[in-house]
């Protein structure tokens, strides 16, 4: 068995590690990181429908897609994130109900160290590590995914990853991950959205010394698990953080994988400028508008649905709408329009 701390705190770079040592590394492995602001969403989901992207831009959040299925989750520095990966027939593995994919199986000793430290905790329905707080409430402190994976070479084995909120940023939890659940009629996997808390707030203070720190807490928990297995820690080695450097830009790093894969839905939009009334009945496909209808009460010289049309095949982002519209004389087709406040309304940013 490895166990690997992970001291680079790029997303890009942090979920290309795990796909990176399910091909490349024999044996179980442990791995311990953190990722600067990020959202990790589930490998069948719908960004646009999960993330609130303008506000993601705007605040240096990243977007990543992961490797395992369930819903989206958030990322900052004062998040820890736990990686377990074993072949069918690894030790990790043993123990591990038929089928592949056991929680609990894997859960269990991150529960064993949170419990050391004094913080109740316990697996929760399928895949979330809850915790007792202060008034007998129960918090999400935990929240897991979990996968089979077929390496190229033909072997077969498990990948269990979770996060563990230790002193997580809540106000920008809420905003990257506040999507209106009218906005659009989206395809794609939806997340739940549990009630959460920060595990240094569970810790008695009797512990708290163990764990003053998010940095405190990592070596705790390091402590704890190289201990467990008799195992001592490392660090990447040179070829393996330039094998996951290469597959970071390649793959997790690219629009194609974080945002176009089950990037599709339909939306309806309307707003009151001063200008005159606006409205879009858009089709999203693949992260790209493939159908657009503008119309609405404003004035305008040319016909609105030229900008339509030229619109099909840009990218549904603000930046790439804008960009395009910037080529144009936006007001000549919706008069005292800029095209800044035009592509934010079509991309969803600006409501009534």
């Known amino acids: ?98 089928g592949g994919l056991d929680f609990e199986h894997f859960t269990r000793p991150v529960v064993e160290a949170l419990a050391s430290l004094g913080v109740a905790a316990e697996l929760s329905g399928r895949n979330d590590i809850i915790a007792a707080t202060s008034d007998g409430d129960k918090r999400k402190i935990s929240g897991n995914a979990q996968c089979v994976y077929n390496t190229t070479d033909g072997k077969v084995k498990t990948m269990h990853h979770g996060t563990l909120l230790f002193s997580a940023d809540m106000s920008y939890m809420q905003g990257a991950l506040n999507v209106d659940a009218d906005k659009l009629k989206s395809k794609g996997i939806k997340s739940v959205r549990s009630r959460v808390a920060n595990i240094i707030d569970l810790i008695p203070d009797e512990k708290l010394s163990f764990a003053e720190s998010v940095t405190d807490f990592m070596r705790y928990i390091v402590d704890y698990i190289t201990a467990r297995y008799d195992v001592p820690a490392e660090i990447f080695d040179p070829e393996t953080i330039a094998g996951i450097e290469l597959l970071s830009q390649n793959k997790y790093s690219t629009d194609e994988w974080n945002l176009q894969r089950f990037g599709s839905f339909e939306t309806k939009l309307k707003h009151r400028f001063e200008f005159g009334t606006v409205e879009a009945d858009l089709d999203v496909r693949e992260g790209k508008i493939s159908a657009l209808h503008i119309s609405g009460d404003f004035f305008g010289v040319r016909d609105v649905g030229i900008i339509a049309n030229e619109l099909i095949g840009v990218g549904y982002s603000t930046d790439e709408v804008a960009e395009f519209l910037c080529k144009l004389d936006i007001g000549e087709y919706i008069s005292g329009a800029l095209p800044d406040e035009i592509a934010r309304f079509i991309c969803g940013s600006i409501k009534n």
């Open 1 to 98: 068995m490895k166990i690997y701390i992970n001291e680079n705190t790029d997303p890009y770079f942090n979920l290309a590690s795990e796909e990176y040592l399910l091909e490349h590394s024999d044996g179980d492995i442990f791995l311990l990181w953190r990722n600067a602001p990020a959202v990790i969403i589930g490998k069948n989901q719908n960004a646009f429908a999960e993330i609130n992207l303008d506000f993601a831009r705007e605040n240096g959040i990243k977007v990543v897609r992961r490797l395992t299925g369930g819903g989206a989750v958030f990322h900052d520095l004062g998040n820890v994130n736990f990686t377990f990966i074993s072949p069918m027939d690894g030790e990790l593995a043993k123990g591990m109900r038929a």
